[in-house]
């Protein structure tokens, strides 16, 4: 808290002092006067992006979780959703976006959700495939024991240990999945998001209010952080207790 009211502190002082234009770094002072101005607008902008957003974490991290789930049940579906889990994970969203955006309507919201689902997918499936590979070695002999079937060593075992993972994954894509809907409205589309007026405002050399539209989308990455770390106390109850 203190680091980060000194660092405005010193931004302040250093644009004011050494007199640097707006366009190249504004003062915090004007952001947040035009934080306040248009907060309204931010908050309708932020609804919007966050929409997005959620809606594609939501079904990226679903497909995640299932789909590490076959993966670790199913050795040959393991040996080829590694390397295509890699390639979604190396495509660019500046090159993503665009393209999605000519597949469909230029009024769709289904180009935007669909880059956030795919950011997404990337940092759940991989640290829950890793969670679902580490089960203790007594719980296996004992579900064997049972003569459990794969399903009830699957949903009773494997998902429950693994879940400290899952939430490792979700805490990253919660943030990417903001990030991914915010830059996939700078290439067309409706311009009701935090990204498109971003460059709205930019285009228009109001470099202050596109910075108050950027801690807008600061904020929003930051209570969907908040948001993944209070469903991981509410699903894992004792890991505070531990804490």
């Not at 902008?45 to 299932?66: C, H, R, Y």
């Not at 999945?177 to 109001?206: D, H, K, N, P």
Request: aromatic content about 12%.
């Amino acid at each position: 808290m203190i680091v980060g009211v000194l660092f405005i502190a010193l931004w302040q002082l250093i644009v004011t002092a050494g007199r640097i234009a707006p366009f190249i770094l504004p003062a915090p002072s004007e952001i947040w006067e035009e934080l306040v101005a248009q907060r309204q607008n931010v908050w309708e902008a932020a609804v919007s992006s966050g929409e997005n957003a959620l809606i594609g974490l939501f079904f990226g991290a679903l497909s995640g979780v299932l789909l590490a789930m076959a993966a670790s049940r199913f050795k040959a579906l393991d040996d080829v959703s590694l390397p295509f889990a890699a390639i979604l994970n190396a495509l660019p969203i500046i090159a993503l976006a665009p393209i999605l955006n000519n597949m469909f309507e230029s009024t769709s919201s289904i180009p935007r959700r669909l880059v956030a689902g795919i950011i997404a997918f990337f940092p759940v499936f991989i640290n829950t495939l890793r969670g679902l590979r580490e089960v203790d070695p007594i719980h296996r002999e004992l579900m064997h024991t049972y003569a459990a079937s794969g399903w009830t060593f699957a949903t009773k075992v494997r998902l429950p240990s693994a879940l400290p993972y899952v939430f490792t994954g979700l805490r990253q894509a919660s943030s990417l999945a903001v990030i991914a809907a915010v830059v996939a409205e700078y290439f067309g589309g409706l311009q009701t998001g935090l990204g498109s007026r971003i460059t709205s405002a930019a285009a228009f050399t109001a470099y202050p209010r596109a910075w108050a539209y950027v801690v807008g989308a600061c904020l929003l990455g930051l209570v969907f952080y908040l948001a993944t770390l209070a469903l991981e106390r509410l699903a894992m109850p004792w890991r505070k207790r531990l804490i």
